[in-house]
């Protein structure tokens, strides 16, 4: 029952004006009592739990709701040691708010409950002996703890956050979308082996002490697989002596929360200061960082699954339902967020908005975007509301916004995905169409060709090549190395006799699956990798590579280790010992690309007479598509700098298992060929060619350089 009542000004609570980006101030004076407290209506536009002056503010809102109770816990306690109703006169509109003083934010954790009506047929299930995730959570407790499976007791509480990292004068580097290199990894994965070699292995301390390893490879981007708070224990599982965990993390909790877990020490309420001064580390180096983000479901699933938060605050709203008030799930995860319902609209531009402001983050990858466009009714939208919203956003402006742009449910829009011409995607035919062609399959050339210069056929008319994140591998799928190992998936660690993970990998084992011993195979599947890399290294678009390729990292042929916190999914550093020439040579093509913007960019209409790109033969100057029975490919760019003046670079791709004559084009008499790049080397040593006749060898990738 409501303890209220009116009480005087209590002297000893300063009454200075204190103003929380509101355009007035406010007097902070206590006005009633509930449960022991002093308390007073708070600020209703600022979400969340937030420390004030002499007190915290807490806010939160539900439209289905008829009460809400603040639910007050010592540090990891199971039952709350007060309990404060908001009076009916602390909620305006579907905004409950409340400044409980003299709370110290060290001393307590918090959630709610809430009550409201229960017809599960429209989707309403309040019940209100849960104890309920704050949506606006800076912090969830219980988490720190890697692998921790000990009770949680009613699930999640938060824990108010302070705010207090110190910047300075750091700067994002806000790299042009053409120059970008994006590498992708899993914080924990990347250096939790102890072959990593680093003093806190598997958290954001492990993976600052690698930015040098990152700096001389030459990435300008890290795109971290999910760091939102996420339940490593959903799914937990033992099977044949292994332990399974949600390793990935594409299962979010709390979307403005980080990875407790992921820290090398407990952070009580400076949660994320450790992430911070890993991105801040990370600029200093001139390397953006863009968080992978999952928007397209949460970790409640469906009627089985958790009940936590927003099914308590207003399922019907932050779940795209059923007529009969089931679970729609195009997300292949038991659930579907309503992203584009208004409140959750707001909510998840309040989320992206908060992670730029508070963590300086780049740029984020949204998986499984398509469902971010789709109705209240499940059905895809021509102009998302939530997609034009984050476009035009001013806080966003200059972030990288790049889509998966598919979905669980069927709806495949590469190419088509709704954009503004701000809007990236994860370019998934450049994936099969290359991996394809370099394999050798019949009819590729074309596709091959269409991908490597900016796959203009898909994204001409949408800002050109800058929208097309090229890659051939990334979490997902096979590692580079397995591409070339394995003909088929070896997901039988994972529990489900291998029925998990994506059949159509479009690999090839150079004819011996698995490990070999034979060095003609090892020597064709390093090859084949140096060709992946040079081809993703000369298209226009954004390269993006998975991390560990530099040095043959393997998965043993697992293409779906979501489960595998082990050597399965870590990164074995004795790779890189192992595979020295691998990595040169990814540092060596990852300098060209930087050497030669007329590979990143259209740099002109062309020069010498020579367009901006032109496709070729055997022969020059290709004047008809490449046919079925093509395995040769050869793309030039043409264009001039003012800095460096012309530019030109001819790519030359030979898929076919024999060795090919060409003929390079004719260039102006005060210029000649250079060879810059033959795979078919392990070590690069570029020379000028005697004439324009070259032998690319089978199964191999030239790159030469106008001089």
Not at 257 to 277: C, I, V
Not at 653 to 662: M, P, Q, R, T, Y
Not at 664 to 691: F, G, K, N, R
Request: glycine share 8%.
């Amino acid at each position: 029952m409501e303890q209220v009542h009116r009480s005087d000004p209590i002297p000893e609570v300063p009454s200075s004006p204190v103003s929380l980006t509101l355009p007035h101030s406010i007097h902070l004076v206590p006005l009633d009592q509930i449960a022991g407290f002093d308390v007073r209506p708070g600020f209703y536009d600022v979400n969340g739990a937030t420390a004030i002056p002499g007190g915290v503010n807490f806010t939160v809102h539900s439209h289905g709701a008829t009460s809400l109770e603040l639910l007050l816990f010592h540090r990891m306690a199971d039952q709350p040691f007060a309990v404060l109703p908001f009076p009916k006169h602390y909620r305006i509109g579907n905004v409950y708010s409340m400044i409980v003083f003299k709370l110290d934010i060290e001393e307590f954790e918090y959630a709610y409950r809430v009550d409201g009506p229960y017809d599960p047929k429209k989707g309403l299930i309040f019940d209100r002996t849960r104890y309920l995730l704050d949506p606006y959570a800076k912090a969830v407790t219980g988490q720190s703890q890697w692998g921790d499976s000990s009770p949680r007791g009613q699930h999640y509480k938060a824990r108010v956050v302070k705010d207090d990292f110190d910047w300075r004068d750091s700067q994002q580097p806000l790299i042009p979308m053409e120059d970008l290199i994006i590498y992708e990894l899993h914080v924990r994965g990347f250096t939790r082996d102890d072959s990593s070699g680093v003093t806190h292995p598997g958290t954001f301390d492990g993976l600052r002490e690698k930015i040098p390893y990152l700096e001389s490879l030459g990435v300008n981007a890290v795109e971290l697989m999910p760091i939102f708070e996420f339940d490593e224990m959903q799914d937990y599982r033992q099977y044949n002596g292994n332990t399974l965990y949600n390793y990935w993390g594409y299962s979010t909790v709390s979307f403005f929360s980080p990875n407790t877990s992921y820290t090398a020490s407990t952070e009580y309420n400076r949660e994320g200061n450790e992430l911070k001064g890993l991105i801040q580390a990370l600029h200093q180096r001139g390397i953006e960082v863009y968080l992978d983000v999952v928007f397209n479901h949460t970790a409640e699933g469906d009627q089985r699954g958790p009940f936590f938060s927003f099914k308590g605050f207003d399922n019907n709203i932050y779940y795209l339902l059923t007529p009969d008030g089931q679970y729609y799930n195009f997300s292949g995860c038991g659930n579907t967020v309503n992203c584009n319902h208004p409140i959750v609209r707001q909510m998840i531009l309040d989320c992206l908005r908060y992670w730029v402001t508070a963590y300086r983050v780049d740029g984020f990858r949204f998986d499984l975007a398509s469902i971010l466009g789709r109705s209240e009714d499940g059905s895809p939208m021509g102009a998302p509301p939530l997609l034009q919203s984050l476009a035009f956003d001013p806080i966003l402006g200059n972030v990288k916004l790049i889509a998966e742009a598919w979905d669980a449910g069927g709806l495949y829009q590469v190419g088509t995905f709704p954009s503004w011409n701000r809007w990236a995607e994860w370019n998934g035919r450049y994936r099969d169409d290359i991996r394809r062609y370099l394999k050798g399959d019949m009819g590729l050339a074309q596709g091959a060709a269409l991908r490597i210069a900016g796959s203009l056929d898909m994204y001409g008319g949408r800002g050109g090549s800058n929208a097309s994140v090229n890659f051939i591998t990334c979490h997902d799928g096979f590692t580079l190395w397995d591409l070339y190992s394995y003909n088929d998936k070896h997901n039988e660690p994972n529990g489900w006799n291998s029925t998990d993970g994506a059949n159509d990998n479009n690999s090839w084992n150079c004819g011996v699956e698995g490990d070999t011993q034979d060095p003609a195979v090892d020597a064709l599947r390093r090859r084949m990798c140096r060709n992946a890399f040079a081809l993703l290294m000369c298209s226009r678009g954004v390269p993006m590579f998975l991390a560990g390729d530099e040095f043959c990292n393997t998965q043993f042929g697992n293409n779906n280790a979501y489960c595998q916190d082990n050597i399965i999914s870590w990164l074995d550093w004795k790779r890189l010992e192992q595979n020295p020439d691998m990595f040169s040579f990814f540092q060596y093509m990852i300098r060209f690309r930087k050497a030669h913007r007329v590979v990143r960019a259209k740099t002109g209409d062309g020069i010498h007479g020579f367009p901006d790109v032109s496709f070729h033969g055997v022969t020059p100057w290709r004047d008809r598509p490449f046919d079925s029975q093509d395995r040769y490919v050869g793309v030039m760019f043409s264009g001039w700098e003012r800095t460096t003046g012309p530019d030109i670079v001819y790519v030359a791709s030979n898929a076919w298992w024999e060795d090919l004559e060409i003929q390079l084009p004719q260039l102006p008499a005060s210029m000649c060929w250079e060879q810059a790049v033959d795979t078919w080397q392990a070590q690069q040593s570029p020379h000028i060619l005697p004439d324009r006749q070259v032998t690319v060898r089978a199964r191999s990738v030239m790159v030469f350089v106008a001089k």
